[in-house]
Nanobody
Framework: QVHLVESGGGLVQAGGSLRLSCAASGNIFNINDMGWYRQTPGKQRELVATVSKSGNTNYLDSVKGRVTVSRDSAKNTVYLQMNNLKPEDTAVYYC?????????????????WGQGALVTVSS
């Protein structure tokens, strides 16, 4: 089994900063893309930022210039540094990773989600 555990959510004033972390654990052979998504009540989950194994990044247009995604492959961890936060950034943030795991000698890839971290930005 593999798991993703998030940390770092909380309440912050508009203009403030937060850093989310998401650590993978378990039977990990390798990890491909890692990323962050967010969801608010009544809306679909949307991609915030992703980072590939080679370090290529992709961002939601509305967070470009304010958010940085990074990963520490040695720690199987992905980070989301969020600066100049706005009330519209309020959401539950989920990390996701494509994790390769060995089972009975076979490598298979699983799409794994974290439990979610609430970020609340007050105006």
């Amino acid at each position: 089994q593999v798991h993703l555990v998030e940390s770092g959510g909380g309440l912050v004033q508009a203009g403030g900063s937060l850093r989310l972390s998401c650590a993978a654990s378990g039977n990990i052979f390798n990890i491909n893309d890692m990323g962050w998504y967010r969801q608010t009540p009544g809306k679909q989950r949307e991609l915030v930022a992703t980072v590939s194994k080679s370090g290529n990044t992709n961002y939601l247009d509305s967070v470009k210039g304010r958010v940085t995604v990074s990963r520490d492959s040695a720690k199987n961890t992905v980070y989301l540094q969020m600066n100049n936060l706005k009330p519209e950034d309020t959401a539950v943030y989920y990390c996701k990773a494509e994790i390769g795991t060995l089972s009975s000698g076979r490598l298979r890839y699983l799409e794994v989600w974290g439990q979610g971290a609430l970020v609340t930005v007050s105006s």
